[in-house]
Structures are given as C-alpha cells and as structure tokens.
C-alpha cells in the first residue's frame, strides 16, 4: 500500500472584485448544473499521506483536521428530516465532546 499519492485539492477563491462571498444554494446555473456562486476556483496538487497506524499523529491544533472512530447511533441516512432529527444532535455532541467547543453549527448533509 501506498504511504502517498499526489492528489489535487480544489478549494474556493475570493472574488477577485473584493466584493463579498456568496453561494446560492437555491439556484443552479442552467447551463453547468452548479450553484450559483461569485466564488472563484483554484487548484494545489500535494502528497497526501496515509495515515493508517499514525492517526494520533495528527489533530485538530496540528493538522487543521482530527481523525475518531465511532460508530453512529444513527444508522439509516434515507430521509433528511431523520437525519436532522437523530444524527444532527448526535453529531454536535460528539464534536464538543471531541473539541471542547461550547457550540457547534452544522451546515448541511449534502
């Protein structure tokens, strides 16, 4: 198994204008399918490293990023209503509990 794989990470852009960001999330662009956004994007290829055995090398103050493993409470992620009912609570509790955060704000599932 590979220890690293050059990947590409796309990520968003600052509108180049310095005109505040925005995403609409209601509409899609007819012709690409996409949100409709003023955002622009950009690209970094990197080595991505596996982090399998290593996962206590990393966390959230060091990397950006924190790996856990815990299986959900929550298993069926069918209907939206379910998930925003069961799992979103599940998983803020988690997250504080992880980060010591006093709130968490989900921004969706999708």
Known sequence: MFETVKGTLVYSVPPADGSKPYINTTNVDPTTGERVTNLGKGAHELEIENLRGKEDSVSLDTAGFQYF???????????????????????????????????VVLFDHS
């Open 69 to 103: 493993k815990k299986a959900a409470e929550h298993t069926s992620f069918a209907d939206d209503a379910e998930i925003e009912k069961e799992y979103y609570p599940e998983s803020v509790n988690l997250l504080k509990k992880l980060t010591g955060a006093s709130r």
